[in-house]
T-cell receptor
């Protein structure tokens, strides 16, 4: 079955430290992968996507994600976390019907 | 402002009632998606329209229906409301109707059923 998993419900990071939010996927064929962020009381916002090409994708607000085909992962990263990065992060993958499958979301908490 | 407009922002109603949520997509976008977000079930895809036609259907209850009008705005109708329908309802839009497109989300409509 096609799916996407975000294994951590919550990730806690100290401000200034690097952060990683994990995502793994299972789809047939080449994956189209996305990260979206939801700040409190707001709608989701697009961060970045991988369609093809360089395995390291750069996105908004200093975030980047690394596509790893052998590990079927697309982890979101940032070298130095800010308190303002605290939000809910969603990973998504396009399935064989060209529809998005969403992860359950990971709550990222950055502590000052 | 994302360019996707949802009304109303907040809605409180009683069980058994019917409500309509409205969405205006970002200018130029042809596809509209509806999502339900509740505390314990994450983001659930309900339905998608593309240029007035239903494109895909997700976990949408029979009590719920939607349509996209010729001016591309969309409405989500929720009837015979139950307590469990309390949630945030998001509309998103994209230029085309395929999942590889970037979605632009509205701020959501928060429905509370008492």
């Amino acid at each position: 079955a096609q799916s996407v998993a975000q294994p951590e419900d919550q990730v806690n990071v100290a401000e200034g430290n690097p952060l990683t939010v994990k995502c793994t996927y299972s789809v047939s064929g080449n994956p189209y992968l996305f990260w979206y962020v939801q700040y409190p009381n707001r709608g989701l916002q697009f961060l970045l996507k991988y369609i093809t090409g360089d395995n390291l994708v750069k996105g908004s607000y200093g975030f980047e994600a690394e596509f790893n085909k052998s590990q079927t992962s697309f982890h979101l990263k940032k070298p130095s976390a800010l308190v303002s990065d605290s939000a809910l992060y969603f990973c998504a993958v396009v399935d064989s019907n060209y529809q998005l499958i969403w992860g359950a979301g990971t709550k990222l908490i950055i502590k000052p | 402002d994302s360019g996707v407009t949802q009304t109303p922002k907040h809605l409180i109603t009683a069980t058994g009632q019917r409500v309509t949520l409205r969405c205006s997509p970002r200018s130029g976008d042809l596809s509209v998606y509806w999502y339900q977000q509740s505390l314990d079930q994450g983001l659930q895809f309900l339905i998608q329209y593309y240029n007035g036609e239903e494109r895909a259907k997700g976990n949408i209850l029979e009590r719920f229906s939607a349509q996209q009008f010729p001016d591309l705005h969309s409405e989500l109708n929720l009837s015979s409301l139950e307590l469990g329908d309390s949630a945030l309802y998001f509309c998103a839009s994209s230029l085309q109707g395929y999942g590889a497109n970037v979605l632009t989300f509205g701020a959501g409509s928060r429905l509370t059923v008492l």
